[in-house]
């Protein structure tokens, strides 16, 4: 079964719902979710927040965060994460951030992509090193984040 499939049965199976907020992958990640049949019953929304001013103005990320930790950062993931379920009242908040390349992004290499998600119980994240071009670099995150929503909802991580 497909990553965005396994993701939304988990989150029915749970009572849970979900929402992106989304940079290198441009919602991307939403897009995969509700390309699923019936993922209205789940998905509240997403937010794509290209950049910082956006992070900060649009999901509430700290710009002393930004500053301190860098837009390519587990606390930046992890804030942005947080604030999507603020906005939108979901119960997990999904967030993807990184350098897609080709060039490096913020004193990133091209392919560190950090993902993260948010829930009642508070946050995990992940950093990445994805190979590749900017396509297969954003693919992988949309991958990674999903894979990261179900490694939460296998052991209640984000939901106690």
């Known amino acids: 079964?497909?990553?965005?499939?396994?993701?939304?049965?988990?989150l029915r199976e749970h009572g849970a719902t979900v929402a992106t907020a989304e940079s290198l992958t441009g919602g991307a990640?939403?897009?995969?979710?509700v390309s699923v049949p019936g993922a209205s019953a789940v998905v509240r929304g997403g937010i794509v927040a290209y950049t910082a001013p956006m992070k900060a103005r649009l999901l509430g990320v700290?710009?002393?965060?930004?500053?301190?930790?860098?837009?390519?950062?587990?606390?930046?993931?992890?804030?942005?994460a947080r604030g999507v379920r603020d906005a939108t009242g979901a119960t997990l908040g999904i967030a993807t951030t990184g350098a897609a390349g080709p060039e490096p992004h913020d004193n990133s290499p091209?392919?560190?992509?950090?993902?993260?998600?948010?829930?009642?119980?508070g946050e995990v994240s992940r950093r990445l090193d994805v190979p590749g071009d900017r396509a297969a670099v954003r693919a992988g995150a949309v991958d990674a984040a999903l894979a990261l929503v179900l490694e939460s909802l296998a052991?209640?991580?984000t939901l106690m």
Do not use: F, K
């Open 155 to 157: 052991g209640d991580v």
């Open 110 to 121: 091209a392919g560190r992509v950090y993902v993260a998600v948010s829930g009642p119980s």
């Open 62 to 80: 700290d710009p002393d965060v930004i500053a301190a930790a860098g837009l390519v950062s587990a606390q930046v993931a992890e804030a942005m």
């Open 29 to 33: 990640v939403c897009a995969a979710l």
């Open 1 to 10: 079964m497909p990553l965005p499939d396994q993701v939304l049965t988990r």
